[in-house]
């Protein structure tokens, strides 16, 4: 039996989407489908199960999307002057004192690239073998450079190894029976996430003052210290820079109050193979690998910052950590497995952490080896020290090792910060710490070569040197001029609709 319906196949001028195939209804009729409405619905993604086509509310759907049409060479274009109006690590030196901007080597992104570190974090023990054993060889690695007898490696940032410290010192004081202890002492020399992560930890903070040479005033420390204290933060060398020249008797006076010392380590780049938090006298610490290691940093993540204990800490470690049987394995069994410390403060951080940044950190001190990042400590504090000898700005404290804190004077340290873009370089830290007024904190790292900090503080003299007409109006030569930083922090402006919304 023939079928006399039209042919609805394409011949050029029916189409053949589904969205303009018809429906044969009777005796010859046909009716499209979808109706123009219900067309551009579906084409703009809406919903089967919704009446008008879309599952969301009316106000958040259009009834059309305009796409830009651009050929390749203007894409490609458009893209290439984007990324040559970003300052970054790779286009020259990032001299933010105590944030420790270190250039990031390409070849431990190509080892997180490789496939082999394309692991499924829900995969079983047996299959992961030689993730764990790498997670295990890291948590060695980091132990033995801080001086620390236990590591886990969940935290995802330094900020968050700061307040998983913090919440492991907390555990220790409640199982001694010490839940009292609700202060922790924070010196305004120290970094400046301590505050808020002791805060954010439950404790009430102390502060301590500095003494004359920009260190631990011991007297002060002598009167803050109680039986209410928890812990004592402390970054060594300090934000100016400083070695804690007293920091066996630091730690002698707070071990003896009952409380914990606790490391920063933010600035750890300064003390690499040379000297180790742990034999210091310190209880916990974090590790900033984005920082002390070359994984990336900043960007909004992802970061990590594993935590180091004693051994009398290490029970409130977060769970999971991983560890060797201790009996071996026979052959074909797995060789390392996770556990949980016996008094575990909890999982802070989904499975081991940020894997692939550990990766990175792992790829780096490994690299670097021993004399790799005895090498890498020392050029730092050279390079700090050469820089400072170069500039004109004062200097007030010293000596320092990786990173010193330069002051304005009577120019103000925002505006010679913008003022420094106009020379193509990236300024420093300002305006803290507070110590130092009108600060200009810098930290070149090590990676710089000499030629680059010749060319870094010609930027810094030339700023100087200029009047304050010269310093209010810049930058000039950036793709965006001096913009309302305020405004910008408090109600940011995401999408390009907003800016036509103003014009």
């Not at 900090?453 to 209010?472: G, S």
Request: net charge negative.
């Amino acid at each position: 039996m023939s079928d006399d319906r039209p042919d609805v196949s394409d011949d050029g001028n029916t189409p053949q989407s589904r969205y303009d195939q018809a429906r044969y209804v009777e005796n010859g009729e046909y009716e499209p489908l979808l109706s123009e409405k219900d067309r551009t619905r579906v084409e703009i993604g809406g919903g089967d199960d919704d009446p008008d086509g879309s599952p969301l509310p009316d106000d958040l759907t259009r009834d059309s999307l305009e796409l830009p049409e651009l050929s390749e060479p203007e894409l490609a274009r458009h893209y290439t002057r984007l990324s040559q109006m970003i300052y970054g690590i790779d286009s020259g030196p990032y001299p933010l004192g105590s944030c420790t901007m270190k250039y990031n080597p390409k070849f431990t992104e190509d080892v997180a690239a490789l496939p082999a570190a394309a692991v499924h974090p829900d995969r079983s023990e047996e299959s992961v073998q030689g993730t764990l054993e790498l997670l295990y060889r890291l948590q060695d690695y980091l132990g033995r450079i801080g001086g620390m007898d236990a590591v886990t490696l969940q935290p995802p940032a330094g900020a968050a190894g700061e307040f998983v410290g913090i919440r492991v010192a907390a555990a220790y004081h409640e199982h001694n029976g010490e839940g009292h202890r609700d202060e922790v002492i924070v010196p305004e020399s120290a970094h400046g996430t301590n505050f808020a992560s002791a805060a954010l930890g439950g404790y009430d903070v102390v502060s301590l003052p500095s003494d004359d040479d920009g260190r631990v005033d011991l007297e002060a420390l002598e009167a803050a210290l109680s039986e209410d204290t928890a812990a004592l933060m402390l970054t060594n060398p300090n934000t100016l820079g400083l070695f804690e020249r007293e920091i066996t008797t630091i730690a002698d006076m707070v071990h003896e109050a009952g409380g914990l010392l606790y490391y920063d380590g933010a600035n750890l780049n300064a003390l690499l193979g040379r000297a180790r938090p742990g034999d210091m006298g310190f209880d916990v610490m974090h590790y900033n690998v984005h920082k002390t290691f070359a994984t990336p940093h900043g960007g909004g993540g992802p970061g990590a910052g594993p935590v180091g204990v004693v051994s009398d800490l290490a029970p409130f470690l977060p769970a999971p950590r991983v560890r060797e049987r201790a009996e071996g394995s026979p052959a074909g069994e797995p060789v390392y497995e996770r556990f949980d410390p016996e008094h575990t403060i909890g999982k802070v951080h989904g499975f081991d952490g940020n894997w692939l940044v550990l990766l990175k950190a792992f790829a780096y001190i490994a690299r670097l080896g021993d004399e790799g990042l005895a090498d890498a400590s020392a050029s730092a504090v050279l390079n700090a020290n050469y820089l400072a000898e170069r500039i004109e700005y004062d200097v007030p404290y010293g000596p320092f090792h990786h990173e010193f804190v330069a002051s304005a004077g009577e120019q103000d340290a925002a505006d010679v910060a913008k003022r420094m873009l106009d020379y193509g370089v990236h300024p420093p830290t300002t305006k803290w710490p507070e110590i130092v007024p009108e600060a200009l904190m810098t930290e070149p790292t090590e990676v710089e070569s000499k030629d680059t900090l010749d060319r870094l503080a010609a930027a810094f003299n030339a700023v100087a040197d200029e009047d304050d007409d010269a310093l209010e109006t810049a930058p000039e030569r950036t793709t965006a001029r001096r913009i309302d930083q305020t405004t910008a922090a408090r109600t940011p402006r995401l999408s390009w609709q907003a800016l036509e919304d103003d014009a």
